[in-house]
């Protein structure tokens, strides 16, 4: 198994090379110390402390119970394992109502948490959000598709952009997402063609969960590839426990599956 690891900290520059030469990057999401080390030297490219943790962490239903106090905790710790990957913090439910709140909270992430980048969810109504904090040199990762958190006004989480119209619209907010200074984007739920073509479309790099093997990268929730997330899981995650001796081939089987764009494969993707 090839495992790529170097200790030189990932920059954004390195993602965009890596899109240029095809390279898929790997992120995984992680919520302490030891699986933030683990990833780290497993090869992962990105390390998210995502808002998910509210579900798989605190036992909640959706992420809209989850403070920034629990994610700059979260990140702090996660911080401490993480030499190599880039380490963006979800920026929680109304942590960025207005640009003052906005740069605030994202500043904590950065100074206290350690954090490199922010992610937070939205499309065109958080283009001055984004704006804001690209002008401030805070690096942002953008998150459109399914947005979890919407769901008290979506009613469910389901594939995104299947009509044309919708398809349209998500095509719009990539490009203007990346014109107001978004660094990453991350698709969530996506027919496959469609992440194809805003793939194909932005010179940022596109990190994609259940939106095809056409995107620049590939996301996981942690506890899906440890097949440890209790109830339902997703169509696009994948237990590599079910294939793997330990947790440590379960990573780095998920790192190779990435790189080799074995991993989705069409039973993981939306059409
Ligand atoms: O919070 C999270 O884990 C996410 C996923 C889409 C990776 O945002």
Redesign the pocket.
Known sequence: MSIQTSTCRLTLPAFKKMKQGKQPIV?L?AYDYSFAYLLDQSGVDII?V????GMVIQGHQT?IPVSMEDMLYHTSIVSKGVERALLIM?MPFMSYPGIERALDNATDALQQAGAHMV?L?GGLDQIPIVKALSSHEIPVCA?IGLK?QSIYKAGSYRVQGRSAQAAEKMIEEAAALEKAGADLL?L?CVPKILAAEITANTEIPVIG?GAGNACDGQ???LHDLLGITPGKVPKFAKNFMQESPDIQTAIRTYVDDVRSRKFPAEEHSFS
């Open positions: 992120a999401t998210l995502g808002d998910s943790l992420t979800d992610k969810e998150h979890p991350l969530e969960i996301i996981l929730v």
